[in-house]
């Protein structure tokens, strides 16, 4: 198939897909009973001014086609609306808390998947034996706690029973930390948040990579490995982990979308200020644009994710990338 | 051998299986405590959930009275949480039953069908699954309006693409099989090929996504309820948790937090082990394995 | 000294319900530069033998007897460390034709050099370069170093199987079944591959196949395996025109010939026996004519001029 038309493919998958999503979310929003654009105009919050401006960037008197019109035209400029809540346009608000979010996310990811996929190699390796069973139980069970169930353990345990970390938040209020201070605060901070989100995390690639894994082990590459008489880590490393590691690459991309659950549920517990506390504070304030804004931004943030980790893979697996 | 074992046989032999599986038996024994709690709530000992009680009573810790004391409503506790555990019971049950209703039939016809109507179906597929989950029923939950039955809808919406692609997988490769073949030679119609001879094989994958997917169920109203999307006039224990947050005596009610934490946690973790023990007894090979 | 030899080999799995004896008690032996063939139906435990030859052996099973000596030295109790260094090096297998017996993501060439560097110490120039005289050994042209095994034909990757059992000049090949499921025109480049590798790189060999006719092809001598033991043992001519053990004649009889004239196809009626539960002495008495009850006692191995065989009726 070749390089190039495979990362076309992909990339015009990814554009239809955005595309949709923009339809979608003004038709969702569009069909609330009690219409929510229509509900702004009896808020008592938004200013006169603000009514205004929205009337006329979305064609409020303009027929609902109208207003699609208007809604893409500004999405495009990146206009998303304006919060009611913090009386910001959305993008703004946005902008502010993703790179908390990032940096949340990120470095719980990085340590989940390089634990996860070591141990899970390790687990499917050593099937069937003691060590294998405790892990993959293990994993069971971590997986399964929900993060925000989780959060809320850690944080009666170590914030108010024994106060170790934090109530919540990024950096102590009004300390002036800076330099290495403060990313020694931050890091405390970000302690039990970024843990609850390993702990799901870590629970996944584990079950996920020593089952590919033992797929691997029982193919036939491997008795010819074993029959040229190489080392134990050559044909671990070279033989089994390259090719396992292959269907690990490919769900790492349909588990970002989860990974938007633990960061809303982590940043809540914890009133970590990232977007997705954004999403709790918009639904208890009932500020449609900003829930919009939210989802729109984790959905574009899953498709891009998973367009780079399609363009990844199509560059590793020889398969694609000599084409067969 | 097993080809001439009637339809009760089989299902037994399952159920023994999945309850020797070290996983099945907690996941079974712990869910069984729920269910009992959740048929036999009114006998145990509990009051009206809801009805908030004496100003005297607010945010008691455990009592004789109060066996797990009460909330910032002098509610009691103790009923709530036995009460709660019918809201998860019922919307877990309900919402896997509509998802994996739906998502069979879905699969079952892409797979069947195939060319177009698989492609436009799996299009559809392929296109929820990558939508976050959890934003996703966020903003439906917000849009519809707090309730029971929109929490249902929104948890199936979500979910059923994950069942689809799974049948239309199997009903795929069971498309090719020699008994379905041989039918079709003596003139079955495509009704009776998908309903009458491939569904039946579908049947274990199905009963595999529903315990799936009533985990799912159970974790989306408690994640939803905990955000505040939750059903108000019915206090699931993510309401519990919800309340207590907003409240902001988390610190000194743990009366209040640990009871609705520790079920969810219970009851969710009991259910993916029972699930990862099904898809393990349903794993072909796994009666040989064990030596029988 | 023959290169291999095997003295009263047991290889049994153990299974729930007790040890089926897929090998049980053989012994053969091969000369230098000289090629056996182990023919006989599925399930007569031919491959494990082959397989045993480089303790390559899949739980349950377990070798519970005997002895297989590999240059005078018995591999049976060596340590898995011992074994693997002569895998590849000293002793080396071409399987049948598996769509995954390569690894996908792993350059031929890469998978060639891989194992010269394991078992010598040489240049990466160097280990290049051989790795290039192997494909080149094998039919395959040396511009394909750097494909992937997925651009191979089912033909081309079990030469490049074979590019890479040799790449270390071992001194003992084991053949199991490298031409079944390859169609006929490839068969025969496969033999004739086969048959320069053997000549340049001084090879003995052990051939399984139930393909008679591939094995008359290729081997010098030939063992008939028959529900884990050996029914007959001799060199191929004399088997193939005048086979003495029962089994072996009803094998070769049904082998259909392309010439003379036109008979009905004769099989052998009945199924091979379980292995857990094998019938006393003689393991075809109940499938041969001319079974008697001297069958229900293990028959002795008989040599004449050569050839061994394991029946009460066929005496010297």
Sequence with gaps: MGLKRFFLRKVVAAALTIAVIVCANFFIFRMAPGDPVRMMFRDPRVSEDSLELMKQKFGLDKPLSGQFVAYVKNLAQGDLGISFSQQKPVLEVLAERIPNTLLLVVTALIIAIVLGVILGALAGWLSGTKLDTFILTASVAMYSIPTFALGIILLLVFAYLIPIFPLGGISTPASGFEGFALIRDVGWHMFLPAFSIVIWYIGEYVILTRSSMIEVMGQEYITTAQAKGLRKHNILKNHALRNAMLPVITITGVNLAFATAGVIEAETVFAWPGVGRLAYDAVSQRDYPLLQGVFMLFAFAIVLANLAIDLIYGYIDPRIKVGG | ?292 | MALIDVENLKLYFMTRRGPAKAVDNIGFAIDKKKTLGLIGESGCGKTTTAMSLMKFIKPPGEIVGGSIRFMGKDIVPMTDEQIRQLRGKEISIVRQEAQNALNPVLTIGKQITEMIHEHESVTRETALARAKKQLNLVGISDQRINSYPHEFSGGMKQRAMAAIATACSPKFLILDEPTTGLDVVVQRQILVMLRNLKEELSLTAVFISHDLSVVAETCDRVAVMYAGKIMEESDTVSLYQNPLHPYSKALIGAYPSLKGARKQLKSIPGAPPSLIDPPPGCRFAPRCEWAQSICDEEPAINVIDGRRVACHFVKA
């Design chain 2, 1 to 292: 051998m097993s080809q001439y074992m009637s339809k009760t046989n089989k299902l037994q032999e399952f159920l023994q299986l999945l309850f020797g599986h070290p996983m099945g038996f907690f996941g079974v024994i712990i869910i069984t405590i729920f269910l009992v709690m959740a048929i036999f709530a009114p006998f145990l000992g509990t009051v009206d959930p809801a009805a908030s009680g004496d100003v005297d009573n607010l945010l008691m810790p455990p009592s004789s009275q109060f066996w797990f004391g009460t909330d910032d409503l002098a509610r009691d506790i103790w009923s709530q949480t036995i009460y709660g555990s019918r809201i998860s019971l019922t919307i877990g049950f309900v919402a896997a039953l509509i998802t994996v209703f739906s998502g069979t039939f879905i699969g079952l016809v892409a797979g069947y069908y195939g060319k177009f109507l698989d492609e436009v179906l799996m299009r559809i597929v392929d296109f929820f699954m990558m939508l976050p989950e959890l934003p996703l029923m966020i903003v439906l939950a917000a849009v519809l309006g707090p309730s029971m039955w929109n929490i249902i809808l929104v948890v199936s919406l979500v979910s059923w693409p994950t069942t689809a692609r799974v049948v239309r997988s199997q009903v795929l490769s069971l498309k090719e099989r020699p008994f379905v073949e041989s039918s079709r030679c003596i003139g079955a119609s495509s009704f009776q090929l998908m309903f009458a001879e491939i569904l039946p094989n579908v049947v274990p994958l199905m009963f595999a996504q529903a315990v799936l997917m009533i985990t799912e169920a159970i974790y989306a109203e408690a994640v939803l309820s905990f955000l505040g999307l939750g059903d108000p006039t019915s206090i699931s224990w993510g309401m519990m948790l919800h309340s207590v947050f907003e409240s902001g005596v988390i610190s000194e009610s743990y009366w209040w937090v640990i009871p609705p934490i520790v079920s969810i946690v219970t009851l969710i973790v009991s259910f993916s082990l029972l699930g990862t023990a099904v898809s393990d007894v349903l794993e072909p090979g796994y009666k040989e394995k064990k030596g029988y």
